[in-house]
């Protein structure tokens, strides 16, 4: 793999050099071009190229660059929406040259990120937010409390949805911003040491899929920290959550937003996706395993039965049994083309019907007494309204 230290290290030169001196100035044109010297090998030698910059940490496609630990340059573009870049080639130099006096631009307007016409911004340079950025998440807080808290979800679900693109085209399922993603979500669950849920609602955002891979993501980590889980293992959950329904993508849209009863062809699709996710996930990140297993197994029923058709039946892996409660319960809870929604006691109530035939009945009986404990209320935040519920553990 081609060393990609220069080329930020040119790049930073070169945003550095654009705060010294006026425009016009030859110096300005010199460091340009010599960042974009130092990409063209780069690209010649990896083709499309990704960075992310996280927490002071650079990420070279899937590799944390050591080299650049806490990079200055790292929080800047992080702070100014550049969590992301992509660089695809063909990137010709006065391309180049527009994206560095774009990124110089958002540096100078005191780090906010400014308006800038389409025709200004460069194609083949990709760049924006992965997710909302936070502190790492250690401990649940031991009290049940009522949060007032001030959030969007918004960057988070463009970031899902953005994923399930990528996993759809590209038959990959990036791992640094699914990763994020997890990170970003349990930031929302800990606001000043208060522990929320927060559920996004479908009054809101159109995309089913995307929602309720956040919403099981979020619930099954607050299961997980309601049950003691390691944070660790909190984020192992997370991450197999988020990506439970990732295969969806690669079956039909017609059959996927059907309002009628679907035919035995259709229904066969549906029952699809939990392998093709596994497949998503396994084909270029095989120490994900525990998220194929799940994507693999959550429609499994705990006594035997569900799908897919099994040659030797097996109880299902207990993170899967974790998930799938948190994915029938949220599903329950949103509005379908069939159905109206379901109350949040008349959902629970079809988890205490299913338990010890479909679901684990310790996860059933867990989830009830962690909701029925928890406090409930909404709140509008920004594009997005978000259902916000306080849980407590079972020791608090």
């Given at each position: 793999?081609?060393?990609?230290?220069?080329?930020?290290?040119?790049?930073?030169?070169?945003?550095a050099?654009?705060?010294?001196?006026?425009?016009g100035?030859?110096?300005?044109?010199?460091?340009t071009?010599?960042?974009?010297g130092a990409?063209?090998?780069l690209?010649?030698?990896?083709?499309?190229?990704?960075?992310?910059?996280?927490?002071?940490d650079?990420?070279?496609?899937?590799?944390?660059?050591?080299?650049?630990?806490?990079?200055?340059?790292?929080?800047?573009?992080?702070?100014?929406?550049?969590?992301?870049?992509?660089?695809?080639?063909p990137?010709?130099?006065?391309?180049?040259?527009?994206?560095?006096?774009?990124v110089?631009?958002?540096l100078?307007?005191?780090?906010?990120?400014?308006?800038?016409?389409?025709?200004?911004?460069?194609?083949?340079?990709?760049?924006?937010?992965?997710?909302?950025g936070?502190?790492?998440?250690?401990?649940?807080?031991?009290?049940t409390v009522?949060?007032?808290v001030?959030?969007?979800l918004?960057?988070?679900?463009?970031?899902v949805?953005?994923?399930?693109?990528?996993?759809?085209?590209?038959?990959?399922?990036?791992?640094?911003?699914?990763?994020t993603?997890?990170?970003?979500?349990?930031?929302?669950?800990?606001?000043?040491?208060?522990?929320v849920?927060?559920?996004?609602?479908?009054?809101?955002f159109?995309?089913?899929?995307t929602t309720?891979?956040?919403n099981?993501?979020?619930?099954?980590?607050?299961l997980?920290?309601?049950l003691?889980?390691?944070?660790?293992?909190?984020?192992?959950?997370?991450?197999a959550?988020?990506?439970?329904?990732?295969?969806?993508?690669?079956?039909?849209?017609?059959?996927?937003?059907?309002?009628?009863k679907?035919?035995?062809?259709?229904?066969?699709?549906?029952?699809?996706h939990?392998?093709?996710?596994?497949?998503?996930?396994?084909?270029?990140?095989?120490?994900?395993?525990?998220?194929?297993?799940?994507?693999?197994?959550?429609?499994?029923?705990?006594?035997?039965?569900?799908y897919?058709?099994?040659?030797?039946?097996?109880?299902?892996?207990?993170?899967?049994?974790?998930?799938?409660?948190?994915?029938?319960?949220?599903?329950?809870?949103?509005?379908?083309?069939?159905?109206?929604?379901?109350?949040?006691?008349?959902a629970?109530?079809?988890l205490?019907?299913?338990?010890g035939?479909?679901?684990?009945?310790?996860?059933?009986?867990?989830?009830?007494?962690?909701?029925?404990?928890?406090?409930?209320?909404?709140?509008?935040?920004?594009?997005?309204?978000v259902?916000?519920?306080?849980?407590?553990?079972?020791g608090?």
């Amino acid at each position: 793999m081609t060393d990609p230290v220069p080329f930020l290290n040119a790049l930073s030169q070169a945003l550095a050099t654009m705060n010294l001196y006026t425009e016009g100035h030859p110096a300005r044109e010199r460091s340009t071009r010599a960042g974009y010297g130092a990409l063209l090998p780069l690209l010649e030698a990896e083709g499309e190229v990704r960075f992310s910059f996280l927490s002071g940490d650079v990420v070279f496609g899937n590799r944390v660059l050591r080299e650049l630990k806490d990079w200055e340059w790292s929080r800047r573009l992080a702070a100014i929406g550049i969590e992301r870049m992509e660089i695809v080639p063909p990137v010709p130099y006065e391309e180049f040259d527009r994206f560095v006096r774009l990124v110089h631009e958002r540096l100078r307007v005191e780090g906010s990120p400014a308006a800038v016409d389409p025709s200004y911004a460069p194609t083949g340079i990709r760049y924006g937010r992965v997710a909302l950025g936070g502190e790492s998440i250690e401990t649940l807080a031991d009290q049940t409390v009522v949060a007032t808290v001030s959030f969007s979800l918004a960057e988070e679900v463009e970031a899902v949805q953005w994923l399930h693109d990528e996993a759809e085209h590209k038959d990959t399922v990036p791992l640094v911003e699914t990763e994020t993603i997890v990170r970003s979500l349990a930031v929302a669950m800990h606001q000043e040491g208060q522990v929320v849920l927060p559920l996004l609602s479908m009054k809101e955002f159109d995309q089913y899929t995307t929602t309720h891979s956040c919403n099981v993501a979020v619930l099954a980590m607050g299961l997980a920290e309601y049950l003691g889980y390691a944070p660790r293992e909190v984020r192992a959950l997370g991450v197999a959550a988020l990506l439970h329904d990732i295969g969806k993508v690669k079956l039909s849209g017609e059959v996927l937003r059907k309002e009628g009863k679907y035919t035995p062809e259709e229904r066969a699709e549906i029952e699809r996706h939990p392998v093709e996710g596994a497949r998503l996930i396994l084909a270029r990140h095989r120490h994900l395993d525990l998220a194929a297993v799940v994507a693999y197994e959550h429609h499994l029923w705990y006594a035997g039965g569900g799908y897919p058709r099994l040659t030797f039946p097996r109880e299902p892996h207990y993170a899967s049994r974790v998930v799938q409660v948190c994915d029938v319960y949220d599903a329950l809870l949103s509005r379908r083309p069939y159905r109206e929604a379901f109350a949040p006691e008349a959902a629970l109530g079809i988890l205490l019907e299913g338990s010890g035939r479909i679901f684990d009945p310790d996860l059933v009986q867990a989830m009830t007494t962690m909701l029925r404990q928890a406090r409930a209320r909404q709140v509008s935040v920004d594009a997005a309204t978000v259902e916000v519920t306080a849980v407590q553990s079972p020791g608090g």
